[in-house]
């Protein structure tokens, strides 16, 4: 059996690597400037995780939302950093309104209905369900990339947004509350153990597709390159 705490420092820790590995590959080619937000987006989930498992047995109103909006606003940035990657559209409003929108639902789910943890579980599904499907949206639409690739990474969302909602469905067919003393324990382990494995899926499609980028980048300047030479 897993331990929560265990797989929630693992994430942590992956997390921090990713930000470290995003942050270098982004030092050693300055132009490819949207795996900063890549970057950041990993240190949300960092930061934001990591909170968890430091959490006392009581936090206050505050805490629990500033930790949870800090995880969302890592998924706003990866969202956007996918897209300005992959030269699509952006919406920033879309995930500046949501993530503004899910702090004051929180908010008022808090003050009303503190033990009712389903509330908020479902607004955290909506959210993630509405921000991949950005993703997928922006994948589907991209042509620069292969598609087996594209669409290996659409699976890789599409699985973890089944699993948000696997998640939200068990919740509301089987209520906890915040005496439950396995709100942050077993009960939810497998979920973030699943989030781990989405991390690590979806920052090895990314290494895919920035390979793919500077492939495609060193073939045009020697096509360039190569045309200026015969011209001369």
């Not at 699509?88 to 004051?104: A, F, H, T």
């Not at 639902?105 to 509405?130: C, H, K, Q, V, Y």
């Amino acid at each position: 059996m897993l331990d929560l705490k265990t797989v929630l420092l693992v994430v942590v820790f992956i997390a921090a690597l990713q930000s470290v590995v995003w942050l270098f590959v982004w030092l050693a080619w300055r132009r490819l400037y949207e795996l900063r937000l890549i970057a950041a987006a990993s240190i949300c989930f960092g930061i934001g995780v990591l909170l968890f498992v430091v959490r006392g047995p009581a936090p206050p109103t505050w805490q629990i939302i500033a930790d949870n909006a800090i995880v969302k606003l890592g998924l706003v940035l990866m969202a956007d950093g996918l897209a300005r990657f992959l030269g699509q559209p952006r919406y920033p409003w879309l995930g500046i309104s949501l993530l503004v929108g899910q702090v004051v639902f929180w908010t008022g789910a808090m003050e009303l209905a503190p033990a009712d943890l389903s509330l908020r579980i479902n607004a955290s599904t909506l959210f993630a369900l509405t921000m991949m499907g950005f993703m997928v949206l922006t994948l589907a639409r991209d042509r620069s990339q292969p598609r087996l690739l594209r669409w290996i990474t659409v699976a890789v969302l599409a699985e973890h947004m089944a699993a948000a909602i696997v998640l939200s469905v068990i919740v509301t067919a089987s209520p906890v509350t915040e005496s439950s003393p396995a709100v942050l324990g077993q009960r939810n382990v497998w979920y973030f153990f699943e989030s781990l494995l989405f991390l690590v899926s979806f920052f090895a499609c990314m290494l895919f597709m920035v390979s793919t980028r500077l492939s495609a980048d060193l073939r045009a300047r020697n096509e360039t390159l190569a045309a200026e030479i015969a011209e001369r």
